[in-house]
């Protein structure tokens, strides 16, 4: 967090539509800083982004998509797989107070039972060996009915409850919990964030199918090290070591 003499309010900036929130708001900061924690949301994303280049469905007024800006420079850059963590618990805790069974599939996914609600894609810029700049883009399903991509398993709040929400309020409850987290984060309570992390994890317990590059195996996590590297243990004891998209759970 940057040391302002006095630190700016953060931002709202709303956008009927843009390409995605991500590119917007790294547009806006070539300019200009935004205060840290400034957000901005879109009511439509004609090409949201996910992790490694998947796109994002998302009903034009129907959802919450927006990106969040901070500036953790006190993250060593090989802990900023924290930032992930921070903003995963972040949709987990909001969407605990509309609905149960909310899970964090790693690395960053929210799921309710078995589909998912929730993707992000976290871009950090590094400065040296810490953290500049982390944008989180974010994409929670809220108020959408229906489906029309062929995403596996989509699921909204609405679709889960029957009832519609206000997004504004939702968005309001998110930033609480982000900011709450982020400042324990600041504070040095890293391990309290990986052991929440660890403990909401989707398919945490127990031996559950998984594929690799060399084919399908069940195996159960033992570990999420501080890199983000998930580390399986198979039924043998054998344990194998994954980055982001090198394994999928079937």
């Given amino acids: 967090m940057r040391n302002n003499a006095q630190p700016l309010p953060p931002e709202v900036i709303r956008v009927a539509n ?23 949301i879109a009511d439509f994303q004609t090409a949201g982004r996910g992790q490694t280049g998947n796109s994002w469905e998302s ?7 927006f ?46 039972n078995d589909r998912k609600i929730c993707g992000m894609l976290i871009e950090n810029d590094l400065a040296g060996s810490s953290i500049y700049c982390s944008v989180c ?16 398993n989509p699921v909204s709040l609405t679709q889960i409850t029957g009832q519609e929400y206000d997004l504004q309020e939702v968005l309001t409850r998110f930033r609480h919990h982000f900011y709450q ?12 964030i990986r052991r929440q992390y660890k403990n909401a994890l989707y398919r945490g317990e127990g031996f559950h199918p998984y594929t690799d590059e060399n084919g399908t195996f069940d195996a ?25 998209k090198e394994v999928a759970i079937k």
């Avoid at 006190?74 to 609905?99: D, G, P």
């Avoid at 883009?137 to 596996?152: D, L, M, T, Y």
């Fill in 18 to 40: 843009t390409v995605s929130t991500n590119s917007y708001i790294r547009d806006l900061l070539k300019k200009q800083p935004l205060p840290e924690g400034s957000i901005v």
């Fill in 59 to 65: 009903e034009n007024g129907k959802n919450l998509t």
């Fill in 67 to 112: 990106s969040i800006v901070i500036y953790p420079e006190t993250i060593a850059a090989n802990e900023q797989f924290l930032i992930s963590q921070v903003a995963a618990l972040s949709v987990k805790k909001v969407l605990n107070e509309y609905t149960g069974h909310i899970r964090v599939k790693w690395p960053n996914d929210i799921y309710w």
């Fill in 137 to 152: 883009g974010i994409g929670i399903n809220i108020n959408q009915k229906e489906f029309v991509s062929n995403a596996p």
């Fill in 181 to 192: 987290l982020y400042l324990e984060l600041l504070q040095d309570k890293k391990e309290s």
């Fill in 220 to 244: 159960e996590i033992k570990d999420i090290e501080p890199t983000g590297h998930l580390i399986l243990r198979l039924i043998d004891g054998e344990t194998r070591r994954y980055a982001f």
